[in-house]
């Protein structure tokens, strides 16, 4: 249903005379008057209200409110949620074109065309700025930075999630013409984890248990995009498996999903350059909570810039866990994160489930395909016919390259997706799909950097259908100071290698090496391919091990090395030893890889990097130690079939 200005108006003014007067108070009354925002293309003008909106506990947020441009009785309702350090603005736009790429047919122009009712708002603690792309409409900016409860809880199911299911029930509420049965959520990062948990609760019961008014919400579809499901585990990755059995690789974690403490696994490496860099733009663009809130929800007052302090600027040893690692351990798994939320999930396992697509990057050093491949797996272990897929290419987060022509293929994805659910969300067969990662500086004249290659599979591991095996002679005594000479740690890290063209060889598009030499580090060389291979998947370095103290990092690289010596970076891994917690001071680890889909050509060979000081990406293990190991293997799934072995030296 389209609106003309003065209908908008007349429609405002009876809604608010309508509202009942024990609830709360319509969400109109804070609205300006919808006005219009020019449309580039051509196309039905955006009419976008904009209001400064108290939140379930009376602290304001800024929300704009996008009106379906086309024609029906009912409408559905989408929420769009930006990524960490923006605002409101993150995914709207005056064309369905957006950037062309991640905001390509997603975006607030985009749904409003095809009939939905949009809110995007300035997650609470932050402010909102200007405009910061030409095709964003200029809608007033305001704030959701109000103290003493304005402040950034970084995704509390108990703070930031009931804002989203209450200013939702807030435009069910005020606009009748809203399908309550028909809601979707989606965002990015920051958005995607929030998307993720918003998931697993089917019924959004929140706002009517607070405001009897107000509507119940049915979620119908979540899109995540590049999110977190574990954010213990994406901000400080432990490398050790998780599933029902402990053994598995795809759901490496840091507790159990089950566990309402995140108790499981050894809290792990902290991404040291990422972290002070989200630290960063949260104090200039907004208020962390450290205690000053009155709302707290169940989960407490929480010091969040004190689980920084403790976790990155203390490090090890972090067992015994003290009182701060403790309250960390479960504020960033139980309180947000999708994959603790198993009350959620088996509630909708006997019911209707929520239909969820989340997209995720092979490259994206934040937020690895293990998030999504972890709740993939979890959530067909409850129901074979669950209807959650996954897709995965070369975007999200540094280092990913986020080509046009990738995304757009996903948001196609995506919608189709969108489509098939808003109406009813069902169970079904689906599948994980993948596409490469090409890189334009390969030293190959033959690339085919716009090539769809798209594969699909019904599980992350069936991707691949053999393994190619690197089979290493020779071994290396590391300590904690191992690695720390290596000229490639900040070429290959993706905040400070992203910033100087040098660092990144010549400003090629994938983080090519330095090809020195490194005397602490321990590097090995594949013979030359005999054939062409296609890695896709996880993989993994197995290492047989001796080990003496406490607490210990093993950060591995593996390049792909073409014959004129072009070296780039394929993928990357990370283990925290912690002994004897949870690791033996001898055995065999396996040490998962953020994985990749990445073409193998005849005659390149595989570089195997081991150390333990891979700064500034990884923060420094300041607790003396020594790791003996010899004879690695590198293990990588394959697209072909069989499993193949080549063989190495190192030293």
């Excluded at 050093?365 to 709740?375: G, N, P």
């Excluded at 030293?443 to 950097?449: F, H, P, S």
């Excluded at 330095?514 to 896709?536: D, I, K």
Aim: net charge negative; with cysteine; aromatic share 8%.
């Amino acid at each position: 249903m389209g609106f003309r200005g003065c209908v908008v108006i007349t429609m405002l003014s009876c809604l608010i005379a309508a509202a009942p007067a024990a609830a709360a108070t319509p969400i109109t009354e804070h609205l300006n008057a919808c006005p219009a925002y020019a449309s580039d293309s051509g196309s039905k003008d955006l009419r976008i209200c904009t209001g400064q909106v108290p939140s379930f506990d009376g602290s304001p947020l800024d929300v704009d409110v996008t009106l379906p441009t086309t024609g029906g009785d009912k409408h559905p309702l989408i929420v769009m949620l930006h990524g960490f350090g923006n605002n409101k603005r993150e995914w709207e736009s005056r064309t369905a074109e957006g950037d062309d790429a991640d905001k390509y047919h997603w975006n607030n122009k985009w749904f409003a065309d095809h009939g939905y009712y949009v809110i995007n708002y300035t997650a609470r603690g932050f402010e909102t700025g200007s405009p910061s792309a030409p095709y964003q409409p200029n809608t007033p900016g305001g704030t959701s930075e109000a103290l003493p409860d304005g402040t950034i809880r970084v995704k509390s199911r108990e703070i930031e999630v009931k804002d989203t299911q209450y200013l939702a029930a807030l435009v069910a509420d005020a606009f009748p013409d809203v399908d309550p049965n028909q809601v979707a959520v989606t965002g990015g990062s920051y958005g995607g984890g929030e998307s993720w948990v918003q998931a697993s609760q089917s019924t959004w019961t929140f706002p009517n248990e607070h405001d009897s008014s107000l509507p119940v919400l049915q979620l119908q579809v979540s899109v995540p995009k590049y999110p977190w499901t574990d954010l213990a585990y994406g901000l400080a990755p432990n490398g050790h498996p998780g599933g029902p059995l402990g053994e598995d690789l795809y759901e490496s974690s840091t507790g159990r999903p089950d566990s309402p403490t995140g108790d499981g696994n050894p809290i792990g490496v902290t991404k040291a350059s990422y972290i002070s860099g989200l630290f960063a733009v949260g104090n200039l663009r907004g208020t962390f909570e450290e205690g000053q809130s009155r709302t707290t929800g169940s989960e407490g007052p929480v010091n969040i810039p004190s689980w920084n302090t403790r976790l990155v600027g203390g490090g090890d040893p972090y067992t015994p866990e003290d009182a701060i690692v403790k309250q960390a351990r479960r504020g960033l798994t139980e309180y947000r994160s999708a994959y603790y939320q198993d009350e959620g999930w088996a509630a909708q396992r006997t019911g209707r489930k929520v239909a969820v697509f989340s997209i995720q990057g092979w490259t994206d050093d934040l937020f690895e395909a293990v998030e999504s491949f972890r709740m993939f797996k979890y959530l067909k272990r409850l129901d074979p016919r669950w209807p959650v897929e996954v897709a995965v290419a070369d975007i999200g987060h540094s280092r990913a390259q986020n080509k046009p022509e990738q995304w757009q293929r996903l948001n196609r994805q995506a919608w189709q997706w969108m489509q098939s659910h808003i109406n009813g969300s069902h169970e079904q067969e689906t599948t994980v799909s993948s596409q490469p990662t090409l890189c334009a500086n390969d030293g190959e004249a033959d690339r085919n950097d716009t090539a769809a290659e798209m594969l699909t599979a019904r599980t992350p591991e069936e991707l691949a259908n053999g393994t190619l095996t690197v089979a290493v002679e020779g071994g290396k005594t590391l300590t904690n100071a191992s690695g720390a000479d290596d000229r490639d740690n900040v070429r290959t890290d993706p905040i400070t290698g992203g910033i100087d063209s040098a660092l990144t060889g010549g400003g090629g598009p994938c983080r090519a090496s330095t090809n020195a030499p490194s005397a602490t580090r321990f590097t090995a060389f594949s013979e030359p391919l005999p054939a062409a291979r296609t890695y896709v998947g996880l993989g993994h370095v197995e290492l047989p091990y001796t080990f003496t103290g406490t607490a210990g990092t093993v950060a591995a690289r593996v390049w792909d090395v073409g014959p004129d010596g072009t070296t780039l970076l394929v993928t990357r891994g990370v283990y925290r030893i912690d002994a004897p917690a949870y690791d033996s001071l001898a055995g065999t680890i396996r040490l998962p890889l953020y994985g990749n889909h990445w073409p193998l050509k005849p005659g390149h060979r595989l570089r195997l990097d081991l150390q333990e000081a891979d700064t500034p990406t990884f923060r420094f293990n300041n607790t003396p130690n020594t790791f003996n190991f010899t004879d690695p293997k590198l293990v990588l799934p394959t697209r072909q079939s069989g499993d193949t072995t080549v063989a190495a030296a190192g030293g």
